[in-house]
């Protein structure tokens, strides 16, 4: 319990919460994310660290597509916007607060990024050095390493960018 306190306080101390589209680079341990599900290039995690079991975020991409929904403490409001004001490759971008969709500069087929009351998936194709590839069910990893609830980095390690 003490753990998860210290856990979240680098989260405090930078504000809660970052912007939605990077709810993975700023705010996730994913040292701290025990794998439950995985197939491919897809995964979920429990991560029951507070803020982060308070509500849902999601921000996901296809192709020059972005749909992006956040009910959770600390983010800011979806507002309309045009030009690379919230994150560099936004064209523009039609918000309600609570949820939005606009245009980008296509980087990848498919990019998903979410987290639902204590659980937090993402995928992406085509696959990312960042997004492991893994196979894992109710908790028990089975590729590329073996184990029950182990954290994401210890199941897949991050690999090295192809460049």
């Known amino acids: 319990m003490a753990e998860e306190a210290q856990d979240a306080e680098p989260l405090i101390a930078q504000g809660g919460y970052a912007a939605p589209e990077q709810v993975y680079e700023d705010t996730i341990d994913v ?76 980087t990848a087929c498919y990019r998903g990024k979410w987290e639902c009351f204590g659980l937090v998936g993402n995928g992406e194709f085509p696959v990312n050095p960042q997004n492991p590839v893994a196979c894992a069910c109710c908790g028990v990893a089975l590729h590329p390493n073996t184990g029950f609830m182990l954290p994401l980095r210890v199941v897949a390690p991050l690999r090295e960018r192809m460049d």
Not at 44 to 62: D, K
Not at 88 to 101: E, R, W, Y
Request: charged share 10%.
């Open 31 to 106: 040292n701290s994310l025990k794998l439950m599900f995985a197939a491919g290039c897809c995964n979920t995690g429990l991560y029951p660290v507070w803020p982060h079991y308070c509500g849902w975020n999601v921000r996901q991409e296809f192709c020059c597509l972005i749909n992006q929904t956040c009910i959770m403490p600390g983010p800011e409001a979806y507002l309309c916007h045009c030009g690379e004001q919230k994150s560099p490759g936004d064209l523009c971008q039609i918000g309600l607060f609570v949820c939005s969709i606009g245009l980008k500069k296509p």
